[in-house]
């Protein structure tokens, strides 16, 4: 395995491969929830998306529900939800865990010191930058809104 697009994850939808077909593109990876007091970031995300996949950018979501179950739907809820609420048109991923020892290989590499930038994730809404090579770029933690400055710039940077 030698990127993040390498990496074998489902899609939301059940299609086997949802990062392969992305390649070569600069993506803020997130892990989502629906109930989450930061669910509204969804919005700020889905506005990124639409300013910049232009450019061969895009966001992923990758839906959890290991911070206080607020993620119990299952994918078509989630789905559901993510589209009627905030209108979300991005690539998100079936649940998956981002911690313990069922955490998926997508965050393994994610969070390890050699691949990523390490630590287990602390919260919904935690942000990855990931360049076109398929290599992290920054970690940005969960409170930090998709618009903040330092993400537009680090974005501008890797575009």
């Not at 929830?33 to 970031?41: I, K, N």
């Not at 950018?57 to 990758?62: D, L, R």
């Not at 993510?82 to 965050?107: A, I, W």
């Given at each position: 395995?030698?990127?993040?697009?390498?990496?074998?994850?489902?899609?939301?939808?059940?299609?086997?491969d949802l990062l392969g077909k992305l390649r070569g593109k600069v993506a803020l990876a997130v892990?989502?929830?629906?109930?989450?007091?930061?669910?509204?970031?969804?919005?700020?995300?889905?506005?990124?998306?639409?300013?910049?996949?232009?450019?061969?950018?895009?966001?992923?979501?990758?839906?959890?529900?290991?911070?206080?179950?607020?993620?119990?739907?299952?994918?078509?809820?989630?789905?559901?939800?993510?589209?009627?609420?905030?209108?979300?048109?991005?690539?998100?991923?079936?649940?998956?865990?981002?911690?313990?020892?069922?955490?998926?290989?997508?965050?393994?590499?994610?969070?390890?010191?050699?691949?990523?930038?390490?630590?287990?994730?602390?919260?919904?809404?935690?942000?990855?930058?990931?360049?076109?090579?398929?290599?992290?770029?920054?970690?940005?933690?969960?409170?930090?809104?998709?618009?903040?400055?330092?993400?537009?710039?680090?974005?501008?940077?890797?575009?």
């Amino acid at each position: 395995m030698s990127g993040f697009y390498d990496i074998a994850v489902q899609s939301i939808d059940g299609s086997p491969d949802l990062l392969g077909k992305l390649r070569g593109k600069v993506a803020l990876a997130v892990n989502v929830a629906s109930r989450c007091g930061l669910t509204p970031q969804y919005e700020g995300l889905e506005k990124l998306q639409q300013e910049l996949q232009g450019q061969d950018f895009t966001i992923i979501g990758f839906p959890c529900n290991q911070f206080g179950a607020q993620e119990p739907g299952t994918e078509q809820q989630i789905v559901q939800f993510c589209q009627t609420t905030f209108d979300v048109t991005f690539p998100m991923s079936s649940k998956l865990e981002v911690n313990g020892s069922n955490r998926h290989p997508l965050y393994n590499f994610l969070t390890s010191p050699d691949t990523g930038v390490s630590g287990e994730i602390t919260w919904n809404f935690e942000k990855f930058l990931i360049g076109r090579d398929g290599k992290v770029l920054k970690r940005y933690p969960p409170q930090t809104k998709p618009q903040d400055s330092a993400v537009m710039q680090d974005i501008a940077d890797a575009l």
